[in-house]
């Protein structure tokens, strides 16, 4: 593991900045982000199809901006850009490891959670960075592996408080960062905050979208 620490940047519901020594790891600009989320990145993880992580348009803005710039994800995301961008889109799955512009990957899981049964599920991989930050998309997953931080996805319509708090407790991190948040409201935020900060077993914090921290 590299010894400089990382800086995390939350941008807009799931989608984080992570900076190491002038490079830059973006995950998952989708269209709850800003426009100019993938902006800068030296390489961008998108974990799977849905349009709040897999944004077309942010992606080609990032790639177009840095022409060294390239994209690791999943086949059905893939797919879609391989034609405009060749060779700069790579393919992986559940059980993949990769380095790219300085940070050390790991990928974990392979499908989505659960919306509803009559819903069928897509597929959705995690990523592990430098083998502390875990990002899971919108999955529950569990890496095989100790993770520091963990990019807790907080409000979706296929989660609820209990099992948010219990993937806390299962993944052990020394501290949760909310992400997957735009549809939680300032209303609602305290009550989250409170009772999985109590339950969680982690220090459980959150982002405005522009602040950075740390890790």
Avoid at 65 to 81: K, M, N, Y
Avoid at 132 to 146: E, I, K, M, N, Q
Wanted: charged share 25%.
């Amino acid at each position: 593991m590299n010894a400089s620490p990382l800086t995390l940047t939350k941008k807009t519901h799931s989608c984080v900045r992570v900076e190491r020594d002038g490079q830059t790891l973006v995950i998952d600009p989708g269209g709850f982000s800003e426009d100019d989320a993938a902006v800068g990145a030296d390489a961008i993880l998108v974990t799977h199809e849905h349009p709040d992580h897999f944004d077309e348009a942010r992606l080609r803005a990032g790639l177009e901006a840095d022409p060294a710039a390239e994209i690791w994800t999943l086949r059905s995301v893939a797919e879609q850009l391989s034609a405009a961008f060749p060779g700069r889109v790579h393919t992986v799955g559940h059980g993949d490891t990769f380095s790219v512009a300085g940070f050390d990957v790991q990928v974990h899981g392979e499908l989505h959670a659960v919306i509803h049964p009559d819903i069928p599920r897509i597929t959705n991989i995690g990523f592990l960075v430098d083998g502390s930050l875990f990002h899971p998309g919108d999955a529950l997953t569990v890496p095989d592996h100790p993770v520091d931080t963990l990019m807790l996805p907080v409000m979706a319509p296929w989660n609820k408080i209990s099992e948010v708090i219990d993937y806390v407790r299962e993944v052990k991190p020394r501290r949760a960062i909310d992400i997957h948040d735009a549809l939680l409201t300032d209303l609602a935020r305290p009550v989250y905050d409170n009772q999985i900060g109590a339950l969680g077993g982690a220090d459980h914090g959150r982002l405005a979208p522009g602040d950075a921290t740390r890790l």
